[in-house]
């Protein structure tokens, strides 16, 4: 009877295996898309009469070893590619298999596994998170007002908590508790995290809040995060090749992509360490992440709840203090038609999603190295190829020539605030901005008097008074920044 039973199961296993092979086959449409995107890569500015690329020409360029792509259409995934070296060394390619270090997209899911506690009535999301953290209290002081933290400040960056983002730890090194990290005590590399400002007050981004909401997750389901994460998250979105777990011991080291700084070295020991795993602790890859996005979309519309319900999924996606930050993503509004993402940036790795909130569309890349520029690029030719309106973001400046003269008054200093200036030097004909000293880049004229910067097509127009003498700039960068020149 057992040997009758298998003579049944392998054939329909067979069947099922090659009517999945045929699904990921692509179509000669889409083949001839996947081209179109290969061969069509501007920036976020294109200088008049250069470009577009290759993916390869840009990948040599900015030393990209690896990079893997999914694009999302009509609520599927319909392609997924990759490209270049997991390892360089080792020579292992990159493959669809291939997890890279999801950085700050880990966010976002932390944000999925946080409000299904909610759902389940475990956690109140407007209560103060003392109330939940056990091993751990928050150390509440007068810069706070006698201000509450909620969960919904933790995911929306508006609890008014410092440190940015986390640096991680050598693989192999000692690697400091959670509890060591919020607490900034040895082995930990990053502060204490405290107070800035009253919460409730602005949206100022903080890993550091994201770490305290691994805590919370932790104290409330008395296991491990990643354990937790895995099984309520990760599991029923289908994200199985996924984890939270670092180091990723129970990953064959072959499907893990090595981090690549941007001169095209190694990251020591092959990639960092990051026991903050809920702000940067995610290993994935774009065909699992794409899942996330696809079920995002259908809870939305109220078509699946996998995890999260539709009124659920629609909180989490609700901008929680101004139009942008909602829980654990990013809301961009492009003239009504609305996106959800993140980017994200661990040492040697590099990436972004987004996801429409209509239409079922959207793209996820991801790249093992700190060199991002890549990414703009890319996402600009899957804009333009599938038409998705408000992600094609580049635009044409034509650059002319400026006198030597006009050049040598813009030199000088300029107080953008308190404590951050701008310093604008000339080397030979060529104008260079830094900030407080540092991060030097070139400036292009596009006017007599406006400037852009080729990698992000934000602007400086120096601005004169009555006597044509340079009083002050006034920098553009999605909204106005004036800046009196002092020196």
Same mark, same amino acid.
């Not at 997750?217 to 990643?226: F, Q, R």
């Not at 995002?296 to 629609?314: F, I």
């Not at 929680?320 to 009504?336: E, M, P, S, T």
């Not at 400037?451 to 044509?468: R, T």
């Given at each position: ?27 000669? *449409? ?17 200088? *008049?009469?250069?470009?577009?690329? %290759? ?163 932790? @104290?409330? %389901? ?65 065909? @699992? ?199």
């Amino acid at each position: 009877m057992k040997t009758s039973r298998y003579i049944f199961i392998i054939p329909l296993l067979l069947i099922r295996l090659v009517a999945v092979a045929q699904s990921l086959k692509p179509t000669d *449409e889409v083949r001839d898309k996947i081209q179109q995107v290969e061969k069509n890569l501007v920036g976020r500015v294109q200088i *008049e009469g250069e470009g577009p690329w %290759t993916i390869q020409e840009r990948m040599a360029l900015y030393k990209v070893p690896g990079l893997s792509i999914a694009v999302i259409h009509n609520y599927k995934i319909e392609w997924t590619k990759s490209y270049g070296w997991a390892d360089v060394d080792q020579k292992i390619p990159v493959t669809d298999n291939t997890l890279f270090q999801a950085a700050s997209l880990s966010k976002s899911l932390n944000a999925v596994g946080v409000l299904k506690l909610a759902q389940e009535h475990r956690l109140d999301l407007d209560k103060d998170i003392n109330d939940y953290l056990v091993s751990w209290k928050f150390p509440y002081d007068s810069v706070s007002k006698g201000k509450k933290i909620t969960a919904k400040n933790l995911l929306s960056h508006t609890a008014g908590l410092n440190v940015h983002g986390f640096k991680g730890y050598t693989n192999g090194t000692a690697i400091p508790t959670v509890v060591q990290v919020l607490n900034g005590s040895k082995p930990a590399n990053s502060e204490a995290i405290h107070s800035m400002t009253e919460p409730g007050l602005r949206s100022e981004y903080s890993g550091g809040g994201t770490t305290i909401s691994q805590l919370v997750v932790v @104290d409330i %389901t008395h296991e491990p995060y990643d354990q937790f994460m895995k099984r309520e998250v990760l599991k029923p979105l289908g994200m199985i090749a996924s984890t939270f777990s670092q180091p990723p011991a129970e990953i064959k080291p072959t499907l893990l992509a090595t981090g690549y700084r941007v001169d095209g070295k190694e990251v020591p020991g092959k990639y960092n360490v990051y026991p903050e795993e809920a702000a940067a602790g995610l290993w994935t890859n774009p065909t @699992d992440l794409s899942k996330y996005i696809i079920e995002t979309q259908l809870a939305y519309e109220g078509r699946s709840s996998k995890v999260l319900d539709q009124a659920t999924t629609q909180l989490r996606l609700t901008p929680y203090l101004n139009k942008v930050a909602a829980l654990g993503v990013f809301i961009n509004d492009f003239n009504g038609l609305k996106y959800f993402g993140h980017s994200g940036s661990n040492e040697g790795f590099v990436c972004q999603y987004n996801g429409s909130l209509e239409g079922g569309n959207g793209l996820v890349i991801m790249v093992n190295s700190d060199n991002g520029a890549i990414i703009a690029e890319i996402s600009n030719s899957i804009a333009k190829v599938y038409q998705l309106k408000g992600l094609y973001r580049s635009k044409v400046f034509k650059p002319i020539a400026v006198d030597a003269a006009v050049l040598q008054s813009y030199i000088g200093k300029y107080e953008l605030k308190q404590d951050l200036m701008m310093t604008i030097v000339l080397e030979g004909n060529q104008l260079y901005s830094l900030v407080n000293d540092e991060h030097k880049r070139a400036i292009t004229p596009e006017t007599q008097s406006k400037f852009f910067f080729k990698e992000d097509g934000s602007e400086i127009e120096f601005i004169k008074n009555d006597k044509m003498e340079v009083e002050k700039i006034a920098f553009f960068q999605g909204s106005i920044l004036e800046a009196k020149k002092i020196k």
